[in-house]
């Protein structure tokens, strides 16, 4: 059974960091396309990054360097660390494994940058 648990968001001023953990197990992220996710009420979730293993990177637009995705494949663990954020960030984060099999998305975690 695949299991993907976001966790790590929380409230931080504009201009500050947060880093986003995404722990999979049943799958190995090192041969997974791996991405993170945000979304808005009323509009679509929209790709922050992806990765498979930590490479083909992949990022965003709105991205432009802020945030760094990463792989720690012994942890089966992808992280999001995010710098520079601004209000218009805020938004649930969500954690997507898309295996041959199928994709699987975890619970969402919370980010809100305000002052």
């Given at each position: 059974?695949?299991?993907?648990?976001?966790?790590?968001?929380g409230?931080?001023?504009?201009?500050?960091?947060?880093?986003?953990?995404?722990?999979?197990?049943?799958?190995?992220?090192?041969?997974?396309?791996?991405?993170?996710?945000?979304?808005?009420?009323?509009?679509?979730?929209?790709?922050?990054?992806?990765?498979?293993?930590?490479?083909?990177?992949?990022?965003?637009?709105?991205?432009?360097?802020?945030?760094?995705?990463s792989?720690?494949?012994?942890?089966?663990?992808?992280?999001?660390?995010?710098?520079?954020?601004?209000?218009?960030d805020?938004?649930?984060?969500?954690?997507?494994?898309?295996?041959?099999?199928?994709?699987?998305?975890?619970?969402?975690?919370q980010?809100?940058?305000?002052?």
């Amino acid at each position: 059974q695949v299991q993907v648990v976001e966790s790590g968001g929380g409230l931080v001023q504009p201009g500050g960091s947060l880093r986003l953990s995404c722990v999979v197990s049943g799958i190995a992220v090192k041969s997974t396309t791996m991405g993170w996710y945000r979304q808005t009420p009323g509009k679509q979730r929209e790709l922050v990054a992806t990765t498979t293993g930590g490479m083909n990177i992949d990022y965003g637009d709105f991205v432009k360097d802020r945030f760094t995705i990463s792989s720690d494949n012994d942890k089966n663990t992808v992280y999001l660390q995010m710098n520079s954020l601004k209000p218009e960030d805020t938004a649930v984060y969500y954690c997507r494994a898309r295996a041959w099999f199928g994709e699987f998305w975890g619970q969402g975690t919370q980010v809100t940058v305000s002052s």
